[in-house]
């Protein structure tokens, strides 16, 4: 398996547009988690899901980001309007319960807003 | 919610030195507790866990140690190597029965400097 995969690996935006992340987590995998980790608040749970279902959302900063899993494979992360206190890097990490309890993190989307 | 806490934030050893870093939490009823590495420009990544029915779990020149009575876990490294170099986050979890969810609740990261 590929692990979980995120695009793009760095992206920087102008302050007011639009952001999109994307995450692919691994097949079969029941869980997926958004976090943003910056040097001030380390890492952060945004948002997780189960079974393409959100469960929690209550780490989301405020109704300017918003996330979605129309399948079991693709996940987006929606920001708009960026606003420069936005940047950091957001990873996304899946698991799957009944066999172990780790985590597989992707390698991250270092986002600046400019 | 679960507050973990994670000292020292930074930590230099000479090489072939051990590294101890460790890791308290608050919520009694968590039962997993996962060390991460992550290395500059990716992900962090699983290197051993422990459950809270064990006191202790070994890998290689990794051990992680775990007091339940006490909430507090800890992060030992053996004979550390330069590659050993990297931030460690602590986390602790729970499992939720209505949802089998397993939220990670992570410490603030101890950056690992082994020199050679």
């Known amino acids: 398996d590929a692990g979980v995969i995120q695009s793009p690996r760095h992206e920087v935006t102008e302050m007011g547009q639009e952001v999109t992340l994307r995450c692919k987590p691994i097949s079969g995998h029941d869980y997926l988690f958004w976090y943003r980790q910056t040097m001030m608040r380390g890492l952060e749970l945004l948002i997780y899901f189960n079974n393409n279902v959100p469960i929690d959302d209550s780490g989301m900063p405020e109704d300017r980001f918003s996330a979605k899993m129309p399948n079991a494979s693709f996940s987006t992360l929606k920001i708009q309007p960026s606003e420069p206190r936005d940047s950091a890097v957001y990873f996304c990490a899946s698991s799957l319960t009944g066999t172990d309890y780790g985590y597989t993190f992707g390698s991250g989307t270092r986002l600046t807003v400019v | 919610g679960e507050n973990v806490e994670q000292h020292p934030s930074t930590l230099s050893v000479q090489e072939g030195d051990s590294a101890v870093i460790k890791c308290t939490y608050s919520d009694s009823a968590s039962n997993y507790f996962p060390w991460y590495k992550q290395e500059l420009g990716k992900g962090p990544q699983l290197i051993i866990d422990?459950?809270?029915?064990?006191g202790e779990k070994k890998d290689q020149r990794i051990a992680v140690t775990l007091n339940k009575t006490a909430k507090h876990f800890s992060l030992h490294i053996t004979e550390t190597q330069p590659e050993d170099s990297a931030v460690y986050f602590c986390?602790?979890?729970?499992?939720?029965?209505?949802?089998?969810?397993?939220?990670?609740?992570f410490g603030t990261g101890t950056r690992l400097t082994v020199i050679p």
């Open positions: 986390a602790a979890s729970r499992t939720w029965r209505q949802t089998g969810a397993n939220n990670l609740f």
């Open positions: 422990i459950r809270s029915n064990v």
